[in-house]
C-alpha cells in the first residue's frame, strides 16, 4: 500500500510537470508567434491522448486509471492549442514547403501515429499506454534536439519547457517502476526511461548553453 501511494505521488508531479510543459509550450508559441512541439512529436502525443482518452480509457488499472483517463483529455485539449500553432504558422518554419505538400503529409504522418499507437497497445497488450507513451516520449527528446538545431535559436522554446519535460518524464519513470503490476518482467521501459534522461539532459544542457550565447536569463525566459 505504501509503495502505491509513492506511486500516486509521483504520478501527481509527472503530472503537474507535464502540465507545466504543455503551459509553457503553448505560451512560448503565442509569444513567439510559432509552434513548440515538433510536429511529429505532435502527431504522436494527439494519438496517444486521443487513444487513452476515449478508445481505450485505462479503466482496468485503479487507482491509476480514471484520474490518468481526465489527465489525458485535458493534455489533449492542450495539444490540440499546439495544433492550432503550428497549422497557423507553420509555413514560417518551412517556407520551401506549399500547403499542397504540407497538410497530405502532416495528415499522413498523424494517421501513421494513430495506427503505431493503437497496434502496440493490442500487440503487447498495453491497455495503460506504457510502451507507446514511452516510446514516443524518447522520440520527442530526439525531435526537441534537432528542432533547436534546424532553427538555431529558442523561438518557440524554453529553459522551462526542457527541465519541465525532464522532470515530469523521470517522475513517471520512477512511478513505473514502483508498479510492478504494470512493468514487471519488462526491460525495454527500464531500457526506454533511461534512454530518455540522457537525450533530455541533452537538451537541457543545449538550450541553456544557447541561452547563455544569446545573453538571455534561462530563468527568466519562460
Not at 41 to 62: G, K
Request: hydrophobic share 55%; with cysteine; proline share 5%.
Amino acid at each position: 500500500m505504501q509503495t502505491q501511494i509513492y506511486g500516486l505521488m509521483l504520478l501527481l508531479v509527472s503530472g503537474v510537470f507535464w502540465t507545466s510543459t504543455y503551459l509553457a509550450i503553448i505560451r512560448r508559441g503565442f509569444v513567439d508567434r510559432t509552434y513548440g512541439m515538433p510536429l511529429v512529436a505532435l502527431c504522436a502525443n494527439l494519438s496517444w491522448e486521443f487513444t487513452f482518452a476515449f478508445v481505450h480509457p485505462p479503466f482496468a488499472f485503479p487507482p491509476y486509471g480514471v484520474p490518468q483517463m481526465c489527465v489525458n483529455v485535458v493534455w489533449f485539449l492542450f495539444d490540440s492549442v499546439i495544433l492550432f500553432q503550428l497549422l497557423k504558422s507553420w509555413s514560417s518554419e518551412f517556407p520551401d514547403l506549399t500547403s499542397r505538400l504540407f497538410y497530405p503529409t502532416f495528415l499522413l504522418a498523424l494517421a501513421t501515429s494513430f495506427c503505431t499507437i493503437l497496434f502496440v497497445t493490442y500487440e503487447f497488450d498495453d491497455g495503460i499506454g506504457a510502451y507507446s507513451a514511452f516510446g514516443q516520449n524518447l522520440m520527442m527528446s530526439i525531435l526537441f534536439i534537432t528542432m533547436l538545431f534546424r532553427r538555431g535559436s529558442l523561438r518557440g522554446q524554453s529553459f522551462y519547457i526542457a527541465l519541465f519535460k525532464m522532470v515530469g518524464t523521470l517522475a513517471a519513470s520512477l512511478a513505473f517502476i514502483l508498479f510492478p503490476t504494470i512493468t514487471a518482467g519488462s526491460i525495454l521501459l527500464p531500457f526506454l526511461s533511461l534512454a530518455i534522461l540522457v537525450f533530455d539532459l541533452i537538451y537541457v544542457a543545449m538550450v541553456y548553453g544557447m541561452c547563455k550565447r544569446q545573453a538571455i536569463n534561462p530563468w527568466k525566459c519562460f
